[in-house]
């Protein structure tokens, strides 16, 4: 059985986490690192995007924007991480922040992939659906604020924070009277050598 898409993502992450590790943290390596950060989360996120949206029904061609929209989002972090790696972090703080890359921004091009689909087939507004019975701490009050907004079709899924803190929501999508809910992706990286090396 072949890998997933997400699974060579994760993969190639991880590979690019273990070479900056190896080759020690200076400022080329460093610049390198966020370089090939970058791209990686432009090729996969494209590519994961375009599953999604034919996945979802789509009838046409996913837009440049939410094609684009996933990698734009996370890559936006990226420069901060860079100063953090250079001002000093230790091995498992690195993994786990460059990680959370390909964790959200996997989530980001799925639902919004998504989103693009289901208003072809006839969805005007999105809300956040939360279900704090199904997790251990709850929603945030940033989360549970936003789930009672009804959003326009056109208004891109954001996480408001990483690795889904707030687990087991849903998006609720209105069409024509009737309601659609659908998970949002869960958090499945388990951020450990054995998984994630090529």
Same mark, same amino acid.
């Given at each position: 059985?072949?890998?997933?898409?997400?699974?060579?993502?994760?993969?190639?992450?991880?590979?690019?986490?273990?070479?900056?590790?190896?080759?020690?943290?200076?400022?080329?390596?460093?610049?390198?690192?966020?370089?090939?950060?970058?791209?990686?989360?432009?090729?996969?996120?494209?590519?994961?995007?375009?599953?999604?949206?034919?996945?979802?029904?789509?009838?046409?061609?996913?837009?440049?924007?939410?094609?684009?929209?996933?990698?734009?989002?996370?890559?936006?972090?990226?420069?901060?991480?860079?100063?953090?790696?250079? *001002?000093?972090?230790?091995?498992?703080?690195?993994?786990?922040?460059?990680?959370?890359?390909?964790?959200?921004?996997?989530?980001?091009?799925?639902?919004? *992939?998504?989103?693009?689909?289901?208003?072809?087939?006839?969805?005007?507004?999105?809300?956040?659906?939360?279900?704090?019975?199904?997790?251990?701490?709850?929603?945030?009050?940033?989360?549970?604020?936003?789930?009672?907004?009804?959003?326009?079709?056109?208004?891109?899924?954001?996480?408001?924070?990483?690795?889904?803190?707030?687990?087991?929501?849903?998006?609720?999508?209105?069409?024509?009277?009737?309601?659609?809910?659908?998970?949002?992706?869960?958090?499945?990286?388990?951020?450990?050598?054995?998984?994630? *090396?090529?």
């Amino acid at each position: 059985m072949g890998r997933s898409k997400k699974s060579y993502y994760f993969a190639e992450v991880y590979a690019i986490i273990r070479e900056l590790l190896s080759q020690g943290k200076g400022e080329a390596e460093i610049d390198n690192f966020i370089v090939n950060l970058k791209l990686l989360n432009e090729k996969h996120l494209a590519e994961i995007s375009a599953d999604s949206y034919h996945r979802s029904g789509g009838a046409f061609a996913l837009s440049l924007e939410n094609a684009a929209f996933a990698a734009n989002f996370v890559n936006a972090y990226a420069e901060g991480f860079r100063l953090a790696l250079r *001002a000093g972090m230790d091995d498992k703080q690195i993994e786990r922040r460059a990680m959370m890359y390909p964790t959200e921004g996997f989530r980001l091009a799925v639902l919004n *992939a998504q989103r693009q689909a289901l208003h072809e087939r006839g969805a005007r507004k999105w809300r956040r659906m939360l279900h704090p019975e199904l997790s251990e701490a709850g929603p945030c009050q940033q989360c549970m604020a936003d789930a009672e907004v009804l959003h326009d079709i056109e208004d891109p899924f954001v996480e408001f924070h990483p690795n889904g803190v707030c687990s087991q929501q849903f998006l609720v999508y209105t069409m024509e009277g009737r309601d659609i809910e659908i998970p949002v992706p869960s958090d499945e990286a388990d951020h450990t050598r054995r998984r994630w *090396a090529v």
